[in-house]
């Protein structure tokens, strides 16, 4: 696959070798370190005309976006597992963990026309065709798509708020995992106003390799 657009600085990539290292057990392969490379000048590439993420520059991009996404692989299931990342934004933090993590079988669900649209380019760019992008959001194409009920070992999103529970269930089969970034540690603000379910529960994880401390949303549907 030929790079195309703005260059990636190597110095930005370089900064996902230890997460990879760390939270898969190997060193990156190749073909993962040229996904992460075109992911990133498309990225930038996009941002220059439309704003696919709010965040700028490829350092950022790095650490933000795919280092904060790897960090979800800390609590995913290892086995092959079917993941909806549920308000995607610019494929995070699905994409990143399909990068490194072959057997997940992933679908994206965004609202926003341009974001879908730079999915639609991001996975041509990085070939990987069985990846299902949905427009529309996800409370509706859950109900205009009844084959989604339920059809999910793992919904993903970093799009926390006091709706996202049952948007969420409705996406998964008993027992799966819902698994959400959760507010910064010592944030006051919480979640937002959601109402957390009987069940639900917060992990703080410390990377201290990595010099950084992360906190998940984790909740089972129940039978």
């Known amino acids: 696959m030929r790079p195309r657009g703005t260059p990636a600085p190597p110095h930005s990539l370089t900064a996902l070798?230890?997460?990879?290292?760390?939270?898969?057990?190997?060193?990156?392969?190749?073909?993962?370190?040229?996904?992460?490379?075109?992911?990133?000048?498309?990225?930038l590439e996009w941002n220059r005309t439309y704003r696919v993420t709010a965040i700028r520059t490829a350092d950022a991009m790095v650490t933000d976006l795919f280092v904060d996404s790897l960090l979800f692989l800390a609590n995913l299931p290892s086995d092959p597992i079917k993941v909806a990342d549920l308000g995607t934004g610019a494929g995070i933090p699905g994409v990143p963990l399909r990068i490194v993590r072959e057997d997940i079988s992933l679908t994206l669900v965004e609202s926003k026309r341009k974001r879908v649209s730079f999915l639609a380019a991001l996975r041509r760019e990085l070939e990987l065709t069985d990846i299902s992008i949905l427009e529309g959001r996800a409370e509706e194409v859950v109900k205009d798509r009844p084959d989604l009920a339920g059809a999910f070992d793992v919904v993903v999103t970093r799009a926390v708020g006091p709706s996202i529970i049952p948007i969420a269930l409705s996406y998964l089969h008993t027992g799966g995992l819902f698994l959400a970034g959760g507010p910064p540690k010592h944030d006051s603000r919480g979640t937002s106003g959601l109402v957390e379910p009987a069940g639900m529960h917060q992990d703080t994880k410390a990377f201290h390799e990595l010099g950084l401390e992360r906190t998940f949303l984790l909740y089972r549907k129940p039978s």
């Not at 990879?20 to 040229?34: A, H, M, N, V, W």
């Not at 075109?38 to 990225?43: A, E, K, T």
């Open 17 to 43: 070798v230890r997460p990879i290292q760390l939270l898969t057990g190997r060193d990156p392969k190749p073909r993962e370190s040229e996904r992460f490379g075109s992911y990133l000048r498309l990225l």
